[in-house]
């Protein structure tokens, strides 16, 4: 842009621009610094996230059979834990073929 000025579309600044490179020159090497960091959060979120998800599930297990025999005040709590857990779609048999 620098070489050919007169190619440069009108809205845009260079002294922007100019500051914007320097914003990512001076945060790139902090960036790279910190991501393994950054990196180990996530992971260590997406396992705990996978450790409530087992827990939600084997809860909503427990209380589908609690549901299916009759315990009170659990198909209460079962009607409104199948809005999470929907379960999988049932297999819908194939159109017949044709003639």
Not at 3 to 17: Q, T
Not at 37 to 43: A, L, N, S
Not at 45 to 65: G, M
Request: charged share 30%; aromatic share 6%; hydrophobic share 40%.
């Amino acid at each position: 842009m620098a070489a050919r000025p007169e190619l440069v579309p009108g809205f845009i600044v260079m002294a922007e621009l100019a500051k914007d490179r320097k914003v990512i020159d001076d945060l790139l090497p902090c960036l790279r610094e910190i991501a393994p960091i950054c990196e180990g959060i996530e992971d260590t979120i997406t396992l705990a996230y996978s450790d409530i998800y087992v827990a939600d599930l084997a809860f909503h297990a427990n209380v589908k059979q609690a549901a299916k025999r009759g315990v009170p005040g659990t198909d209460t709590i079962y009607d409104d834990l199948k809005m999470r857990f929907p379960g999988r779609p049932k297999d819908e048999p194939p159109a017949p073929p044709t003639p």
